[in-house]
């Protein structure tokens, strides 16, 4: 008797449990966040836009032909543009779930968000283009550290103090916003303190900034490893103190401006953001890293 007492009450405690359990899901998927936002580096919003095509494609754009147990909900996947530091401040001030930032986020940043978490995408370089047209190219496909410094800060205003065989023509010089995150790792990585002269052309993204190399035979910038590679043969990238800013060159460490692709947080995932974490470090989401000319993580 006391056996059949003893079964009967594992029953109904495993009945109450299930239906304790279903009631959670029941509240989860009710709860279910469709929607998630990034923002922050121009140079990672084609990425994110990239992986989210991946994501969705084959009919897959509502939470529940991801996974069975999400609800039929849109996916809504969001980028907004601004920059590195603008990625930060948004996780930073909550509005965004997600800040996209192309360096390396400093202590004091981190130290600002809550349980921070960090994912890398892969990695970038940034390389010293010229235009095809350059006659520069004629001379020499290498500049050193200190050419650099020399041109970008105005010490050299006209090609023929680079070398005298070229034409006295001024050195038009291209930029990233000054306070963006890829002038911070020039900065950092190149000019070590020495100050960028204050008549450079400003590029708002790193598309625009290849654009204005490409349009100008003149000109001089600090284009994208990536930015390159969707533009091979109108613009072109030199070496560095006689390192060409190559894959193998890159991850190796031995061409020296680098930076990583990072996606930041605020907190634990979501199980929406949780899947899509998922995805953009899979296979899938890597090869979309990789196609848009980055070196993936994996």
Known sequence: MKKKVALLLAAITSASLLFVGCGGAKENIKDFKNEISFAGSSTLVPVI???????TKDGKTTWNKINKDFPDKEIKITTTT????????????????????????????????????EYKLGTDALTISVNPENQLLKTTDNLTTEQIKKVFSGEY??????????EHKEI????????GGAHKVFDELVMNGTEVKTNVTQASSMGA???KVMGNK???GYASYGVVNQNKGKIIPLKVDGIAPTKENIVDGKYKICRPLLVIKSGELNPGEKSFVDFMLSKDGQSVVEKLGFIPEK
């Open 209 to 211: 900034l290849a654009s």
């Open 82 to 117: 601004g920059g590195s530091g603008e990625g930060i401040k948004a996780v930073i001030d909550n509005t965004a779930d997600f800040g996209l930032v192309a360096r390396e986020v400093t202590k004091a940043e981190k130290e600002k968000i809550k349980d921070y978490k």
């Open 49 to 55: 836009d990239g992986m989210k095509e991946e994501f």
């Open 218 to 220: 003149y000109a001089i």
């Open 172 to 179: 038009v010089v291209v930029t990233r916003d000054l306070s």
């Open 157 to 166: 205003k006209y090609w023929d103090q680079v070398d005298k065989s070229l």
